[in-house]
C-alpha cells in the first residue's frame, strides 16, 4: 500500500474511534445524572459545610468536593473532599471542612468550589464553579479602602478608621523609605474591638495575642480599641504586621522564608523606637552576658516570654544595624537574594561579604559587649 493510502486510513480509523467515543459518551453523559441543589454555609471561625442534592438514573457511586483557595502561591493547588453517603437515585449529602482539624483561614479568605459526581455507569458530572467568601459574620463590617489598603471595622468611627488608615499609609512608605520594600498587592486589614473579639477569629489562639498577619494571604487582624491609648499600640502593630506581610510579599518564592530576627528585626524597626521595657531587657542581658547569638534568632522564638522578649529586642537592634551601617539598598538587595531561594549565611555572603556568625561578631562589637570568660 501507499505512504498516502495507508495515512488515509489511519486517519479514518482514528476518526471512527473518535465519534465512537463521542457517541459513548453521550449516552452515559444522557442518562439523567442531574445536580439538583448545591450550597455552602460558613460557621466562622471553626467550619464550612457544602451541601448536594443528586439525581440520576442509575445510583449516584461517588460525590468528591473539589476547591480552592485564594491565597499567595506559585502553583494552584486543588484539594479534594471525599463525601460519604449511601449510593442511590437521589441523594442530599454534605461535606464538612472543620477547620479545628486543618488549621483556620483568616477572614475574607476567597474559596472557590465544585462537585464531580459520578453514578453507577460511569457518568460523570462536574459543576460549575462557585466563590464564596470565608467571612466573620458574626460583625456588620465597614471598609475604607486606599491605594492598595482595605481596611474592615465594626466598633468605632469614620475618624478612628481614618487614623489606621494614616497608620498602614505611613507603614507603607516608612518600609519602602528604609528598605526598598513595596507593597504590590492589595491587602486587607481587619479590626476587631479588642484582642478578645479577635482571638474569637482565630483557631487555638493564645490568650496574648493581639495582632496576627496571615503573610500568604494578604490579611492582617488586630483588636484595637478606641481609647487614645489603645489606638497608640494600634497604630504600632498595624505597622508591625503590614511589614510581615509587604516582606512576604517581596520574598515570594517556594524555597525558603526569612531568618526569624530579619523578618522580626524588620517589623520591630517599621513600628518605631524600641519601648523601654525591651531595651531595659536587652541592657540586662549584655550586663549578664546572655545574648542570644545571630545564629539562635533565625529559628522561631521562644515560647518562654522573657526569652521572646530578649529575641525580638535583639532583632529590632541587628537589623537597625544593618539598615543603620550598609543602607536601604543593601537591605533591598538581601530581600532579593533571599526571594531567590538563597540560605541565611548564603545570603548575608552575598550581600554584605559576612555570614550569621559574621553578622553576631560585628553587631556584638559595635555595642561594645564582650562575652563572659
Known sequence: MKKTGLILLLAFMVAAMLVGFLAAFQVKAANGLTVTASDASVNFPSSITFSIKATSDQPVTDIRLLYTVARRSLVTVVNEGFVVFQPSTSVNANWVWDMRKTGGLPPGTGITYWWKITDASGAVKVTDETTLTYQDQRYDWKTLTQGLVTLYWYNGDENFAARLMAAAQTAVTHLNDIAGAELTD???????????????????????????????????????????????????????????????????NPYGDLPTWLNEGLAMVAEGPLDSSFTSTLQQAIDQHTLISVRSLASPFSVFGAIAYLAYA??????????????????????????????????????YGFDMDGLNAAWQASIGYATSS
Request: glycine share 10%; proline share 1%; no cysteine.
Open 314 to 351: 535583639e532583632s529590632d537592634r541587628i537589623t537597625a544595624y544593618l539598615l543603620d551601617t550598609y543602607g536601604r539598598d543593601k537591605m533591598l538587595a538581601l530581600l532579593q537574594v533571599f526571594a531567590g531561594g538563597a540560605t541565611y549565611d548564603d545570603a548575608l555572603k552575598q550581600v
Open 186 to 252: 492589595p491587602v486587607k486589614l481587619y479590626i476587631y474591638k479588642n484582642a478578645q473579639d479577635l482571638q474569637g477569629a482565630l483557631i487555638f489562639a493564645q490568650d496574648w495575642t493581639g495582632g496576627v498577619a496571615f503573610s500568604q494571604y494578604s490579611t492582617v487582624a488586630i483588636g484595637i480599641g478606641t481609647s487614645a491609648s489603645d489606638l497608640a499600640w494600634g497604630e504600632e502593630t498595624i505597622a508591625h504586621e503590614l511589614t510581615h506581610v509587604i516582606v512576604g510579599q517581596v520574598i515570594e
